[in-house]
């Protein structure tokens, strides 16, 4: 603790500055276990829509609805965006700052095209198909695992966006570090989630 | 103002004694209107309605927000302690577990005075807990004051994890660890991967309430037994989560009163280990009779079994951690003692109902009423007490009455027996449970009446506590280091209550019970492990408390975000979720000042450590 915000004596950062102090390890361990936790959640809705994957209840089914293509361009961003939270945290091991901000914005921008696409995506079903959060228990589970999921975006987006704020306006320091490491954790982690969904709801829901 | 701003864990801890000891009081109320309704058959003291609102609430009350919090309390005050540390790995969060845990209690309680608690069981059992047959917003003030209290739990749980990973003393391996700290490693990993699961449950469950989804809904192709899955997933586990912690208890209880190290401490580590991995297998256990068919019944039913084991070996344990010991009968110690048998007890008939052909006969009777009952009561609340006299002196630095404590012990688990060994009987005589009354001359009379006289009983014993409380906190705060002066780990080497930084220097740990191989060694404190120092402090902050205004409010706004309303103002607010946008805008904007202001804390000074910390 008594180190926790002492930064090296000639102002440059260690090599892994995310590490560099107990607090800066204590969130990245403490952030693990929470994905821990997360994973279980997205579990529990997975394993809610298996079970109701099929209940469409005289709504449109999954193999009426999915347009696979969309799906698909949507992915794509969001794995890109995977990659580019990955060049932001080279960049910051390398210190440079400049590099981290610009791959954090790239970041953001992708993770707000796939949000874009998704709310398209269920405005389409909720229009043209009539197929909303009431219409089967089908319909409840797809909004609420996909939705879920979508949230977790949306959260990740204003959270990397305060992190841009915070890096322009304190820097790189060992406490803006860890944040900055430990939101490109979370960033893998949906897009984890997201290889789920596609999977499980989407490719299943158009072959199975 | 200090007390909503504190993060100060052993602070913390007291927070949530006051909070946990208020609910508890509210849910002890509900039990005993509840055995006032069932003293004589036909009563009509209460309406059904009524009875079942208050089944309900005692149920969730006492498990949510009873024993929870008083377990939480006394994890704050004493695994930083136990484990060497200057803090928990979270200050903040650790002020915001308590809050939220907290506003979650208390939206819950609302219901009485707005409209009607809950009236589904405390398990919400669908369809029971639907629209349909549940239509006031009880279940709604279910659904959303659990899963505010279930995010604070969940804070709690992830912050004694890092605790217990990174903030131990050196010297101090995980081998070396008090089976205290031990239990709340476990328990906390156990509400890690419990707690996400009951948190769905509840979406679910509010999501077909108030956005008319399906998931229960048979109407619409919803399924009421994946309700039971998921709720009993997490609400199996969750009875290890109340359990642990009281083990954990007893194992620092038992040794230090018979001056004996614990005995089979490695088997007693795997054994919660194992006994914490066994209960995410067994949650099936709770729905033999849903009709899940004959496999699956057996296998859970021997899963179920199986957990007999690894409790076995703790009992058999403790009961030779005694064995030739010099036992002192200490207030600790009887409730260690009497937790035991009692305990075990509870126990048995845990095997008796895992036994899927014979759950047939007992599922939704008084007997298993008295079991878990046995566990809950017998072994946590007993537990919780042993605790609470034990480390009393260090967390307020005043030694309870020891002559009341034996009152306690004596009235509470003399009016526990009377109130739940007859209920057994009337489970194999054929009384359900949750019906709010019974005929006459079903023999179920006499035995009523028995379990009505016990649990007043149990109500004198809590009284006599808290008159205990009462004169102790009006007495000066002498107590000494190691009040029990058989004190065997590390927190009995700091004074009582100790200093803010808790530890002047980190101690160096040098053994299994550190304080008592230093005793052994002829020493009198413990080797520092670094020198005088400048210690770092985190600051106080309003914020935590500020962000769980903020769900508190949102919660409320989407309960109702449905409702009509009188007034047109209203209706306009909640309509459009404009009441729901503004708690989750005071909690982001909390969360966004957190982000912009560093909390750079403060320094306590070598200087004022010298003279500040004598007393
Ligand atoms: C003063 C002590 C207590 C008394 C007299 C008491 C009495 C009762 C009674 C009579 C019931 C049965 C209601 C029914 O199913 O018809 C009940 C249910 C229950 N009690 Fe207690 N209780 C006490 C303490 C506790 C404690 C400390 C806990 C938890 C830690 C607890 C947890 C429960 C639970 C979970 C239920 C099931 C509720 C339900 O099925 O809806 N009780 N209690
Ligand atoms: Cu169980």
């Known amino acids: 603790m008594t180190t926790a915000h002492a930064e090296a004596a000639d102002g440059t950062l260690p090599h892994e500055p995310e590490k560099a102090t107990l607090e800066g390890r204590n969130k990245v361990l403490a952030f693990w276990l929470f994905l821990g ?13 298996l079970a109701l994957r099929n209940q469409t209840n005289e709504g449109p089914s999954a193999a009426e609805l999915f347009h696979l293509p969309l799906v698909a361009a949507a992915t794509f961003l969001l794995l890109v965006s995977s990659l580019t939270s990955v060049f ?70 204003l959270w990397i966006s305060v992190l841009i704020g915070q890096l322009l306006y304190k820097g790189l320091t060992v406490v803006t570090a860890p944040k900055i490491y430990v939101s490109a954790m979370y960033w893998h982690f949906i897009d984890v989630v997201w290889v789920f969904i596609f999977t499980v709801v989407y490719l299943l829901g158009k072959v199975g | 103002m200090d007390w909503i701003t504190t993060v100060d864990h052993k602070k913390i801890a007291i927070l949530y004694l006051w909070a946990g000891g208020l609910f508890f009081g509210i849910g002890g109320i509900e039990a005993i209107l509840i055995r006032i309704q069932l003293i004589k058959p036909m009563n009509t003291f209460l309406d059904a309605q009524t009875f079942n609102e208050l089944i309900t609430m005692h149920g969730t009350t006492m498990i949510f927000l009873g024993v929870m919090p008083v377990i939480f309390a006394l994890m704050n005050a004493v695994i930083p302690l136990q484990i060497g540390a200057r803090d928990v790995a979270f200050p903040f969060l650790n002020s915001l577990g308590f809050w939220t845990f907290l506003f979650g209690g208390l939206l819950l309680n609302l219901s009485w005075v707005m409209g009607g ?51 131990r003393a050196p010297g101090m391996s995980f081998m070396r660890m008090p089976m205290f700290a031990w239990a709340t490693f476990i328990t906390s990993a156990i509400i890690l991967f419990a707690f996400p699961a009951v948190t769905v449950g509840l979406v679910l469950l509010t999501f077909d309430r108030i956005l008319d989804a399906n998931f229960f809904n048979v109407d619409g192709g919803g399924n009421p037994v994946l309700w039971q899955h998921i709720f009993w997933i997490f609400g199996h586990p969750e009875v290890y989560i109340l359990i642990l912690p009281a083990f954990g208890i007893i194992s620092e209880v038992i040794p230090t009163f018979s001056r004996k190290r614990l005995f089979g401490y490695s088997s007693m ?44 070996i703790k009992i058999f344990n403790w009961l030779f951690t005694m064995w030739g010991g010099q036992v002192r009968f200490t207030t600790p110690n009887l409730f260690a003692a009497g937790f035991i048998p009692t305990f075990t007890m509870g126990g048995v008939t845990g095997v008796m109902l895992a036994s899927a052909p014979a759950d047939f006969q007992f599922h939704d009777t008084y007997f298993v009423v008295a079991h878990f009952h046995y566990v809950i009561v017998g072994g946590l609340v007993l537990g919780l007490f042993a605790g609470l006299h034990y480390w009393w002196p ?122 008592w191989k230093e005793k052994m060694a002829g020493h009198k404190a413990m080797t520092p492990a670094e020198p005088i120092g400048p210690i770092h402090m985190p600051s106080a902050t309003i914020l ?21 309303f009188s007034s047109s103002m209203m209706s306009f607010l909640f309509n459009n979720y404009i009441v729901t946008a503004l708690g989750l805008l005071i909690t982001f904007g909390s969360m966004l000042m957190r982000s912009l202001f560093d909390d750079h804390g403060w320094h306590i000074e070598p200087e004022e450590l010298e003279g500040g910390e004598q007393r």
């Open chain 1, 88 to 157: 932001a945290i080279q960049a910051m091991h390398r210190g440079n700052v400049a590099q981290l901000r610009n791959w954090l914005v790239v970041t953001v921008l992708l993770g707000l095209a796939f949000l874009i696409l998704e709310i398209y995506e269920f405005s389409v079903y909720i229009r043209h198909e009539e197929f909303g959060m009431t219409t089967s228990a089908f319909s409840s589970a797809f909004y609420t695992l996909v939705g879920f999921h979508g949230a977790h975006v949306a959260f990740g987006i």
């Open chain 1, 37 to 49: 936790g997360e994973a279980v959640l997205f579990g529990t809705l997975f394993a809610t829509f």
């Open chain 2, 269 to 312: 580590v795997f054994a919660t280990i194992l006994i914490a991995f066994l209960g995410f297998m067994v949650w099936a256990h709770h729905m033999f009779t849903t009709g899940l068919g004959p496999v699956a019944n057996a296998l859970f039913s021997v899963s179920t079994m199986l957990i007999a084991v690894p409790t076995g």
């Open chain 2, 394 to 515: 260090k967390m307020f630095g005043r030694m309870l009455s020891e002559s009341l404590g034996k009152w306690t012990f004596w009235t509470f688990i003399i009016g526990f027996h009377l109130t739940f060994f007859v209920q057994h009987f009337l489970g194999l005589m054929g009384m359900q449970r949750r019906v709010f009354t019974y005929l006459p001359n079903q023999q179920f009379d006499t035995l009523n009446l028995v379990s009505t006289v016990g649990a007043f009983l149990m109500g004198v014993g809590m009284i006599i506590f808290l008159v205990n409380v009462f004169l102790t906190s009006r007495r000066p705060a002498d107590a000494p280091e190691d009040p029990w002066e058989d004190g065997r780990t590390l927190e009995w080497t700091i004074p009582s209550p100790p200093p803010e930084y808790n530890f002047k220097q980190t101690p160096l740990v040098r053994g299994l019970d550190a304080f």
């Open chain 2, 117 to 167: 608690a809950p009236d589904a069981g405390w398990t919400a059992y669908t369809p029971l807990s639907g629209k349909g047959y549940s239509p006031s917003h009880g279940v709604d003030f279910y659904t959303i004051g659990l899963q505010i209290a279930g995010l604070g739990t969940l804070i709690g749980g992830i912050n004694f994890l890092a605790t217990i990973i990174t903030m």
């Open chain 2, 544 to 564: 935590p408390f500020l962000m769980s205004v903020g769900i508190f409010i949102a919660g409320l706004g989407f309960m109702f975000s449905r409702d009509e």
